[in-house]
């Protein structure tokens, strides 16, 4: 499995961006997609999370991102979205997109060490 992500970019506060990540090299009905991030000096952390086969959404715990970060998939294109709205200085981080087979269908861990595969990172800085 190989992924492709970019779209991160310099945005002031308060504004949007949107994540793509393109999977390729195999199929995808028991997998999760995610988005994980890391800030400097700091560990990597769960965003959000959806599932190919139902498209079930799922966002991390805390309400760092609750309201404001929306993932999506299209299926037909093999790409997955996270989108940024709102933005605030503190999303700024390393953002990756990761796959995850999932052993139980539509469940999943925000643990970024049992993913399976992992793309590059794509930096987002928000500015004040």
């Known amino acids: 499995v190989q992924l492709q992500a970019s779209g991160g970019g310099l945005v002031q506060t308060g504004g949007s961006l949107r994540l793509s990540c393109v999977v390729s090299?195999?199929?995808?009905?028991?997998?999760?997609m995610g988005w994980f991030r890391q800030a400097p000096g700091k560990q990597r952390e769960f965003v959000a999370a959806?599932?190919?086969?139902?498209?079930?959404?799922?966002?991390a715990p805390s309400d760092s991102v609750k309201g404001r970060f929306s993932i999506s998939r299209e299926n037909a294109k093999n790409t997955v979205f996270l989108q940024m709205n709102s933005l605030k200085p503190e999303d700024t981080a390393v953002y990756y997109c990761?796959?995850?087979?999932?052993?139980?269908?539509?469940?999943?861990?925000?643990?970024?060490?049992?993913?399976?595969?992992w793309g590059q990172g794509t930096l987002v800085t928000v500015s004040s």
């Open positions: 990761a796959a995850l087979l999932m052993a139980v269908p539509d469940t999943i861990t925000w643990n970024p060490e049992r993913w399976h595969y």
């Open positions: 959806i599932t190919w086969s139902s498209g079930s959404p799922f966002y």
């Open positions: 090299g195999h199929t995808f009905s028991s997998y999760a």
